[in-house]
T-cell receptor, first 116, second 112 residues
């Protein structure tokens, strides 16, 4: 399966600042997703990163707060903008190598973000 | 996607089989059952999936009842490294339904 690397693995940020998280895959994949995992909670899908077009956001998440880029089939970024302590979470990237065909998702180890 | 219900926590002795149940009584005919686990400080790891037949791979076995309303994930010889949160998810397999909806999962603790 694809190997997924996220950078940074963790960070501590000041409120009001923004941070961009990178997700790099070692092979071309058809789909990339971004999830958030708040402390002690399960994962919630933020958006689907679409190559060459705007990301598809889930209810409760907006582009101004979580801008996403996907310039090619191996790379995506998620920016957490104007951060507040409520944004302290683990942010995870996942990929599907081929659409349909009942392919499982594979996840990176996440970016642990703390906002002071 | 159909919703799933799992016990919040379970313990299992090291070396014994761990049997994790999942209820998915509203599952539709085309939805598959997927299992993932999340070990502390790591991203979720895919374990196994199935439609209606029992499935086995190098990690686990998946037993799905005949009416498909419930399933059981079996870790045949649990080790301490199997301590994790286990998620049961149902979804359609086709194009456009790749995203996953995670429930609260079962926290499995393997006891030495």
């Amino acid at each position: 399966s694809a190997v997924i690397s996220q950078k940074p693995s963790r960070d501590i940020c000041q409120r009001g600042t923004s941070l961009t998280i990178q997700c790099q895959v070692d092979s071309q994949v058809t789909m990339m997703f971004w999830y958030r995992q708040q402390p002690g909670q399960s994962l919630t899908l933020i958006a689907t990163a679409n190559q060459g077009s705007e990301a598809t956001y889930e209810s409760g998440f907006v582009i101004d707060k979580f801008p996403i880029s996907r310039p090619n089939l191996t790379f995506s970024t998620l920016t957490v903008s104007n951060m507040s302590p409520e944004d302290s979470s683990i942010y995870l990237c996942s990929v599907v190598e081929e659409r349909g065909l009942n392919q499982p998702q594979h996840f990176g180890d996440g970016t642990r973000l703390s906002i002071l | 996607d159909a919703k799933t219900t799992q016990p919040p926590s379970m313990d299992c002795a090291e070396g014994r089989a761990a049997n994790l149940p999942c209820n998915h009584s509203t599952i539709s005919g085309n939805e598959y059952v997927y299992w993932y686990r999340q070990i502390h400080s790591q991203g979720p790891q895919y374990i196994i999936h199935g439609l209606k037949n029992n499935e086995t791979n190098e990690m686990a076995s998946l037993i799905i009842t005949e009416d498909r309303k419930s399933s059981t994930l079996i870790l045949p010889h649990a080790t301490l490294r199997d301590t994790a949160v286990y998620y049961c998810i149902v979804r359609l397999p086709n194009f456009g339904n790749e995203k996953l909806t995670f429930g609260t999962g079962t926290r499995l603790t393997i006891i030495p």
